[in-house]
Structure formats: structure tokens, C-alpha cells
């Protein structure tokens, strides 16, 4: 048997190199498609015939979105985001913790934005991934920092009130 470089699937799981066999007709390194077949072992380790060749495309993962600034309204915050090719689906996920552990936001969107209600003042950090129209979904994209300000500034409402009862 001759070694190439192909994975085969062991209980639904990448285990490492298949052989290719010699009772196959098909020389690997003139295949100008890429394929693959299957075939099974037992417990024994007997090998079973292999099922019919099946040849599939290589495509790029869909690229990962880069955000906008964010547009702080006074009941909203809309987050935007560069858009893909028409079909295409989006994840958006918000958290307050970089590693994403805990979501406050995991949404599968159709459009390239979320508004969202107002979020208390503090840091968040989101990540977005577009998902093609067959369903593959690329990574996502490096988690981006946001700063949400306080609404009010009430330091600044109530220190010159403070500073005017001093001075009389």
C-alpha cells in the first residue's frame, strides 16, 4: 500500500493517515479533484471494501467581520459590521469577559447589525463570523473591546452644586 496524506474517521473522529489501497484503479497523484471513499474495519481489524469514490471542492472559509464604532443612542446601542455577500448569515456574540465564557449576547443574524437596548457603563468585548448560505461558518474574527459610558455624568451635575454651597 502507498501512504498519502488523508485522514479517515474512526467513531466520527479524525484518528490520522489513511492508506491508499493498491486493488483501487485510481493513482493519487494524478487526481486533478479531490477525493475520498470510505471503508470499514472491524474489531478484528479486517478491512471491508471501500464505498464509491467521491470528489469535493476546497472553498475558503468566509471571512470574518471587522465591527464598527458602536452608535450609542439614549435607549439603544447599535453595533454594525462590515457586510458579506448577499445570503450569507452572521453569529454575533457579546460578552463582558474577554475569553467569552459568558454570554450576554449569542445571536444568528441575517443583516450585517444588532441593536441592542442600552447597556450599563463598563467594557464589553464582541466577535462576529458569517456563515455561508450552505451553513459553513467561518472563524470568528478577533473579539473587539467597546467601552460603554455612563448615561449621566452625575459627578459632574453634582460637584458645581456642591462647590456653589461652599462658597455662601
Known sequence: M????????????VT???????????????????????????D???????????GFILRPA??????????????????????????????????????????LVNSTLTEPQITLPRLESGFYYLRIKTIDVDGYAGPFGPGQRIQIQPAIYWPFIVAPIIVMLLLL
Open 2 to 13: 502507498q501512504t498519502v496524506r488523508v485522514s479517515h474517521v474512526e467513531n466520527a473522529r
Open 16 to 42: 490520522g493517515q489513511a492508506q491508499w489501497p493498491t486493488d483501487h484503479h485510481v493513482d493519487p497523484t494524478r487526481m486533478s479533484v479531490p477525493s475520498w471513499w470510505v471503508a470499514t474495519r472491524d
Open 44 to 54: 478484528s481489524g479486517e478491512m471491508g471494501p471501500y464505498g464509491d469514490l467521491r
Open 62 to 103: 468566509p471571512e470574518s467581520p471587522v465591527a464598527e464604532e458602536p452608535e450609542i443612542q439614549e435607549n439603544t446601542i447599535v453595533l454594525r459590521w462590515s457586510a458579506g455577500v448577499p445570503g450569507q448569515q452572521y453569529r454575533f456574540q457579546l460578552s463582558r469577559d474577554w475569553r467569552f465564557e459568558t454570554l
